[in-house]
């Protein structure tokens, strides 16, 4: 009887929940993916955007990143800042003692030139710098990591956005930048539940690229907050290399 009462009155009150009217959205993150959108948080606004992954490879390292979080602040109207870094565990093998550190800290300024119109795409610049102090010493690189990106995205319909990226960013280690492109897709499923799909590469000079896709899900739980569950794949490297993530995207104030 306790049974019965629970399915009832779960049917009674969970569609509800699912096809509710949450409001117009006021977050607008840039996770999940590794591509940044053209979205710019409101002036004086504090956005939270934070998640945990584990990334591993048969036989190699493996990541578990405990958090991954970045504040976003609306500096002026077209600019916000942004600071970031992970905590993380890493094992160089199975079953090896897992080391703990704090991924070095990432300062960034975004800012939006362009607001897109038909096949016009909104525009905007990133500029970043990896710091070489602040961080567990064996996460650091030897020299300050600066990092440039141009951001584009294009409203197809009420449905669906392209997002693509280019830029070029340094290890902290050698004078040669790698060069970074992205093109993803994102789409509206309901009011609430969203997918993307996007494929990005990293062109390093004198070494082996990588080729990876991203995909997976968003849940707008309220206005304010946005959840994440998603996943990579490395088709150079299928079936010894996997991503899988989630997190969560909060507007503070």
């Not at 970045?70 to 905590?87: M, S």
């Amino acid at each position: 009887m306790r049974r019965f009462l629970l399915i009832a009155l779960a049917s009674a009150f969970l569609p509800g929940f699912c096809h509710a009217q949450v409001g117009q959205p006021l977050v607008f993150p840039d996770r999940p993916g590794a591509l940044t959108g053209t979205d710019i948080m409101p002036r004086y606004k504090l956005q939270l955007e934070t998640g945990l992954g584990f990334e591993s490879q048969t036989d190699g390292p493996s990541t578990f990143t405990l958090s991954n979080t970045q504040l976003r602040f609306g500096l002026f109207e077209h600019t916000e800042i942004r600071v970031g870094a992970d905590f993380l565990m890493v094992r160089q093998t199975p079953g090896a003692k897992p080391n703990y550190g704090l991924a070095p800290l990432d300062i960034e300024l975004k800012t939006k030139f362009l607001n897109g119109s038909g096949f016009l795409p909104s525009i905007a610049f990133l500029a970043g710098l990896v710091s070489s102090h602040v961080g567990t010493k064996w996460l650091l690189p030897s020299h300050l990591s600066p990092e440039m990106h141009l951001l584009f995205e294009n409203t197809v319909s009420d449905w669906m956005d392209i997002c693509y990226n280019v830029g070029v960013l340094w290890d902290g280690e050698t004078p040669t930048p790698t060069t970074f492109v992205g093109i993803g897709f994102e789409f509206d499923i309901t009011e609430r539940l969203g997918s993307f799909i996007e494929s990005y590469n990293y062109l390093h000079p004198g070494a082996t690229n990588q080729y990876l896709t991203e995909f997976g899900f968003t849940w707008l739980l309220s206005p304010r907050v946005q959840l994440d569950l998603y996943a990579d794949l490395d088709f150079q490297q299928l079936g010894t290399f996997y991503n899988v993530s989630c997190g969560i995207a909060w507007l503070l104030n």
